[in-house]
Nanobody, 122 residues
Framework: QVQLVESGGGLVQAGGSLRLSCAASGSIFSINTMGWYRQAPGKQRELVADITSGGRTNYVDSVKGRFTISGDNAKKTMYLQMNSLKPEDTAVYYC????????????????WGQGTQVTVSS
């Protein structure tokens, strides 16, 4: 009933940039928050950044000043601009969203995308 589709991952050299997108579709009443998690091999999944419907943002310390999260409410799409990428940013990046659906209009549900690989070579 709700789908999150990520795009924009790939292979880039250290110091380069990538822009991830996450488009939400389906039976959406409202999008409350959206965010990006990442998981590197052998490591726990961690929150990279998130953004509320009001535009409030939050970043993990390791990406502050390099990554920028933004959203387009009309397009139901979230972006993650990643600059000055480092090899340690290599991971699968997942889009996550807290969405209130028409089926359940009184509370939000969490939905996940399928993930997109980001690889930064040194």
């Amino acid at each position: 009933q709700v789908q999150l589709v990520e795009s924009g991952g790939g292979l880039v050299q250290a110091g380069g940039s990538l822009r991830l997108s996450c488009a939400a579709s389906g039976s959406i009443f409202s999008i409350n928050t959206m965010g990006w998690y990442r998981q590197a091999p052998g490591k726990q999944r961690e929150l990279v950044a998130d953004i509320t419907s009001g535009g409030r943002t939050n970043y993990v310390d390791s990406v502050k000043g390099r990554f920028t999260i933004s959203g387009d409410n009309a397009k139901k799409t979230m972006y993650l601009q990643m600059n000055s990428l480092k090899p340690e940013d290599t991971a699968v990046y997942y889009c996550v969203a807290d969405i209130t659906t028409y089926r359940s209009p009184y509370y939000g549900e969490q939905f996940w995308g399928q993930g997109t690989q980001v690889t930064v070579s040194s």
